[in-house]
T-cell receptor
Framework: DSGVTQTPKHLITATGQRVTLRCSPR?????VYWYQQSLDQGLQFLIQ???????AKGNILERFSAQQFPDLHSELNLSSLELGDSALYFC???????????FGSGTRLTVV | QQPVQSPQAVILREGEDAVINCSSS?????VHWYRQKHGEAPVFLMI???GGEQKGHEKISASFNEKKQQSSLYLTASQLSYSGTYFC????????????WGAGTKLIIKP
């Protein structure tokens, strides 16, 4: 157990639907990052939160949104899903500069 | 601005050594190294900070040339468990601790 909890582990849904992915960071970590990883590809940065506030945005589609709550857990909302959204979605947390990222085990999303 | 990793892939026999390189065009504050096995999450291996500080696993060694903005990961006496894709992530001053990731180096260890 890395300390970062992601749920659900697997999700199968139809095109056009909306899903919510959840992430609880490692205890004490204030920063949360969301990444998308398509099959055998690299990590595509989506969005970063720090202590409840959005810090940076990557190549996140307008159909996707996220937030970080006062208890520091974060949710990634994906709507109007398309086949191409099928991927592994990871969240990671860190304690800050000089600290490595700790990744959750990921959510495997399959859009059919 | 994505750091360049080389080689893209390498195949080794168990017990052989490998070096994976990561090169950036931007000034760096730190370089991170992670290993990802297929279908699993990336796992933190090491962080190298400007000024020479390093944190990470004892069995992993790496170097960071701040002037050249390059880092190398050294895998010696490789074991089957070393197989996976290695990613470097670079952090530049003022980046709000957001890493820019390399495309990865796939390492295959054969018995």
């Amino acid at each position: 157990d890395s300390g970062v909890t992601q749920t659900p582990k697997h999700l199968i849904t139809a095109t056009g639907q909306r899903v919510t992915l959840r992430c609880s960071p490692r205890s004490g970590d204030l920063s949360v990052y969301w990444y998308q990883q398509s099959l055998d590809q690299g990590l595509q940065f989506l969005i970063q939160y720090y202590n409840g506030e959005e810090r940076a945005k990557g190549n996140i589609l307008e159909r996707f949104s996220a937030q970080q709550f006062p208890d520091l857990h974060s949710e990634l909302n994906l709507s109007s899903l398309e086949l191409g959204d099928s991927a592994l979605y990871f969240c990671a947390s860190t304690g800050g500069m000089g600290d490595g990222y700790t990744f959750g085990s990921g959510t495997r999303l399959t859009v059919v | 601005q994505q750091p360049v990793q080389s080689p893209q892939a390498v195949i080794l026999r168990e017990g052989e050594d490998a070096v994976i390189n990561c090169s950036s065009s931007k000034a760096l504050y730190s370089v991170h190294w992670y290993r990802q096995k297929h279908g699993e999450a990336p796992v933190f291996l090491m962080i190298l900070l400007k000024g020479g500080e390093q944190k990470g696993h004892e069995k992993i060694s790496a170097s960071f040339n701040e002037k050249k903005q390059q880092s190398s990961l050294y895998l010696t006496a490789s074991q089957l468990s070393y197989s996976g894709t290695y990613f470097c992530g670079t952090e530049s001053p003022g980046s709000n601790y957001q890493l820019i990731w390399g495309a990865g180096t796939k390492l295959i260890i054969k018995p």
